[in-house]
């Protein structure tokens, strides 16, 4: 389940020139890679990409076609198979709705909408003094039922959306867009199929996905809380920094007692066998996940989820 990010088309109405758009569009990038760096994403624009307007008489494609903006052009184009209109991100997320609008500042706003109605973030181009916040505010006028007339009503309310035009309005964001969706998923099976997007930083050997696929059910509550937890350890862990190992979200975890770590070895993605003695507890009985740190890419490598061996 990727994490839902949405354009704030409202930041690409501005009158900058191409010099202050690709200065822009390179943050936009950034806030793009570090939400990315914390699980997978899916990025929802008003219009497909090639038609978005950057600024006013300005389009992606002219942005896309400037050499100078190569490298993060690149960016945008290996992730396009995760770009969607907003439409058919909340029509996906079940929530799209005609009867609730969305104003900021007094103007109609579709890309705060979508991403107040999907629980995501809204994300903007660092153009104007308005979208330098982590936070937007929004007038909201929703229809609804009178239950003594059956007439419609219009109540109106304020609410706040998440939002990001540069790296530094992440730090807000940054417990939520971690976990968000993950408290969701109920089984083994959804755990193994979300993996990439809730475990960007975990790898799992093939065999895993049985060992999830198949967990009992009295273990499925404490794998989904340590697979998180190992997840913020892998994903703070500069192994170049700290050689040794990081720091662990998670308690109590451990290396094997000398005896049995020959019973340890699992066969690698390489088909070397390797020890995976480091563990963690499922709960209190006998669940554990059995793993081992990959220090040349600063991740953790699991190859056991299930009952202690």
Partial sequence: MPLHVFLNERSCASECGTDEVAEGMRAFVGV???LQ??????LATQNPFDETELARGYYYAQWRNDARNKEEA????????????FTAALHSAARDRDDIWHRHDGVYVFGLAAAHLADGIAVSLPLAPDWDTAWLDLHIEELSEDPETGESVADEYAEKVRHASRKAHLREHEKWGRLEGLDRVSSGA????????????????EHVQDHLENLDPKWFKGARQLLRQLQMTAAAWDSDASPAGPHWEAPNIRPEHENARRHRFWEDFDGESRCFELHGNLNRGAGRIYFRLVHEESKIRIAHIGQHL
């Fill in 32 to 34: 793009l890679r570090e």
């Fill in 37 to 42: 760096r914390w699980r997978g994403i899916s």
């Fill in 74 to 85: 690149r960016y945008i184009q290996r992730m396009r198979d995760r770009c969607t209109t």
């Fill in 190 to 205: 959804e755990l193994w199929a979300g993996r990439a997007d809730f475990f960007p930083d975990l790898q799992f050997l």
